[in-house]
């Protein structure tokens, strides 16, 4: 049974930066590709960062130059990178994982996911 623990989360000036952790277990890592999706209040969730079992990555446009996904097989961790936060990435943070080579920004591709953590920017 996969299972996906988030990490640091919390409250921040706009311009600042965090850095999200999100521990793996119960599957083989380095054959899943990862992402990190956003919810919102009232919004839907939407793909945030992918990551593939190889490293590319891909990125949703509005936070592009801004967030980076990177992944360690060695530890089953995924993180997520942000920096020059503002206000509109007000949300929970998600990471989520599928199996297979592609990393893609669809959330219906993937069926295993973590429980949240929130980050909120302050202006």
């Known amino acids: 049974q996969v299972q996906l623990v988030e990490s640091g989360g919390g409250s921040v000036q706009a311009g600042g930066s965090l850095r999200l952790s999100c521990a793996a277990s119960?599957?083989?890592?380095?054959?899943?590709?990862l992402a990190w999706f956003r919810q919102a209040p009232g919004n839907e969730r939407e793909g945030v960062a992918a990551i593939d079992t190889g490293g590319t990555t891909g990125y949703a446009n509005s936070v592009k130059g801004r967030f980076t996904i990177s992944r360690d097989n060695a530890r089953n961790t995924l993180y997520l990178q942000m920096d020059s936060l503002k206000p509109e990435d007000t949300a929970m943070y998600y990471c989520a994982a599928k199996y297979g080579l592609a990393q893609t920004l669809d959330r219906s591709q993937y069926n295993s996911w973590g429980q949240g953590t929130q980050v909120t920017v302050s202006s």
């Open positions: 119960g599957l083989i890592y380095r054959r899943f590709s």
